[in-house]
């Protein structure tokens, strides 16, 4: 799997628990059981350490997911210790909420904390 990098930039307020929140409305992957696409919103909250992501790096980095063959259970996890190695947040939760496939809807939320981890997914 091959994706885009996550740039960053330091932090200037270093200490501070100011909140960052993203969304990716239009997150694309591919079922990897009938190769259709998903879609769904990404949502991103984190308190910075040292580091933020940088924008445009962000939206590349969701992007390149449009092709790759991913569970949405594994997206969630894959973008959570992506964002964790590219900046070590103080803390991060990552939610994706995926269109309805069947007449199912799918949320997956995880999270990290420093010094620890913690998942909470459901479908």
């Given at each position: ?61 969701v992007n390149s997911f ?58």
């Amino acid at each position: 799997m091959r994706l885009h990098p996550l740039d960053v930039f330091e932090y200037a307020y270093r200490g501070e628990a100011e909140e960052i929140h993203f969304t990716c409305p239009e997150f694309t992957a591919i079922c990897p059981f009938s190769d259709f696409p998903d879609f769904g919103t990404i949502r991103i909250t984190y308190v910075p350490d040292r580091y933020c992501i940088e924008l445009k790096s962000l939206k590349l980095y969701v992007n390149s997911f449009r092709s790759v063959r991913i569970f949405h259970e594994h997206a969630v996890r894959k973008i959570l210790n992506d964002f964790v190695a590219a900046c070590a947040p103080r803390s991060v939760e990552i939610e994706g909420d995926f269109n309805v496939r069947g007449n199912i809807k799918t949320v997956v939320k995880a999270s990290h904390r420093q010094g620890r981890a913690s998942a909470n997914d459901g479908r």
